[in-house]
């Protein structure tokens, strides 16, 4: 379980991080392992107490901010705007 939540907060600082417009690579490489750990997770035979399950709740939400930031670049590439103004 440690493993997992130094993973999501790995990925959390690599999503927070600031970049450039046309580095997406690393936001889909995020998606790409959040949803490798959400597969992970569902195999798991028991809860672990709801951890898992905690687990997994925080890898969708993580999933959806991964998402918003491309959708931000996108929408701030097309505008024309520096997003570190």
């Known amino acids: 379980m440690k493993k997992t939540l130094c993973g999501l907060i790995a990925v ?6 600031p ?16 949803n490798e750990a959400r597969k992970s997770l569902q195999k798991a035979e028991t ?5 898992r399950t905690n687990a997994i709740r925080l890898i ?5 901010e991964v998402n918003a930031g491309i959708q931000y670049d996108k929408t701030q590439a097309k505008e024309g705007k520096n997003k570190n103004n």
């Open 47 to 51: 809860d672990k107490g709801g951890h």
């Open 19 to 34: 970049r450039s417009f046309a580095e997406q690579g690393n936001m889909h490489a995020a998606l790409d392992a959040l």
């Open 60 to 64: 969708n939400s993580a999933i959806e």
């Open 12 to 17: 959390a600082a690599l999503v927070l991080a």
